[in-house]
C-alpha cells in the first residue's frame, strides 16, 4: 500500500472510492509504507522468547542468543538510530513466600541488537534467572 494525499470539502458525500482511500492510507500509515506520515515513538520490534531463547512469537527479531544464565542477547531485524527504547515483561515461577525482588536490565549496545539480564535481588544475595520474557522496542 502507499499513501495517497486525500482532501474533503465541507458537506462532501463519503463515497466508497474516497473511504477505501482512507483505509488503505490507515493500512499504509500503520505498515509505514514509502510516503506514510512517520510515527515516532511507536513499538517497532518486539518478542516473547522461551528461557532458552527461542523465539515463540516475534516481529523485526531476527534472532535471540541466550548468552548465559539471565542473560539475552536480542538481535533486530530492523536497525535503530543510536536513541531507541525498551520495555521488559516476564512471566516467572517464583512462590509467594519468595521475599526477593525481580527485575531487568537492558543494555542497547548498538544499532542492531540489545542485551536484557533478568536478577533475582533479596537482602543476601542477587542472582541471574532464565525467564520466558517479553521485549518491545521503539525508536526515540
Not at 27 to 46: F, K, R
Amino acid at each position: 500500500m502507499s499513501w495517497t494525499n486525500l482532501s474533503f470539502s465541507s458537506g462532501e458525500i463519503l463515497t466508497a472510492s474516497k473511504t477505501n482511500a482512507l483505509q488503505e492510507n490507515f493500512t499504509a500509515l500503520g505498515s509505514q509504507s514509502t510516503g506514510a506520515p512517520t510515527l515516532v515513538s511507536v513499538n517497532q520490534a518486539w518478542v516473547v522468547f522461551s528461557t532458552n531463547g527461542h523465539i515463540m512469537n516475534s516481529e523485526n527479531v531476527s534472532s535471540i542468543s541466550h548468552t548465559q544464565t539471565g542473560e539475552y542477547t536480542i538481535n533486530w531485524g530492523k536497525s535503530f538510530t543510536a536513541s531507541y527504547g525498551i520495555t521488559f515483561g516476564d512471566v516467572t515461577t517464583a512462590n509467594a513466600a519468595d521475599p526477593s525482588v525481580r527485575g531487568f536490565r537492558g543494555f542497547p549496545v548498538a544499532a542492531a541488537n540489545v542485551t536484557v539480564t533478568y536478577c533475582a535481588f533479596n537482602n543476601s544475595d542477587t542472582a541471574k534467572e532464565d525467564i520466558n520474557g517479553t521485549v518491545a522496542a521503539w525508536q526515540v
